[in-house]
């Protein structure tokens, strides 16, 4: 039997190249999940997999205009 997976909060702030402090926001608004082992907070691999998916951009939902670039009128 294979040992369970556990990512620590620094892992998945790097995992998800955003600072610790807004995966605790992430947290807190409750858009990913997470448990405590003693002090720590602990994350799965399907937590964090069910988060990505959920921050999915979907044509259509006005990230064009924002995403013009430099060379937009």
């Excluded at 405590?36 to 998916?53: D, H, I, M, N």
Aim: no cysteine.
């Amino acid at each position: 039997m294979t040992e369970p997976i556990f990512y620590s909060l620094e892992k998945v702030a790097h995992m998800l190249q955003v600072s610790e402090r807004t995966v605790m926001r992430e947290i807190k608004a409750g858009k990913i999940r997470a448990f405590k082992v003693g002090r720590s907070l602990r994350f799965t691999p399907e937590a964090v997999q069910e988060y990505v998916r959920q921050q999915e951009v979907k044509p259509g939902n006005g990230l064009e205009e924002n995403a013009r670039g430099p060379d937009a009128a």
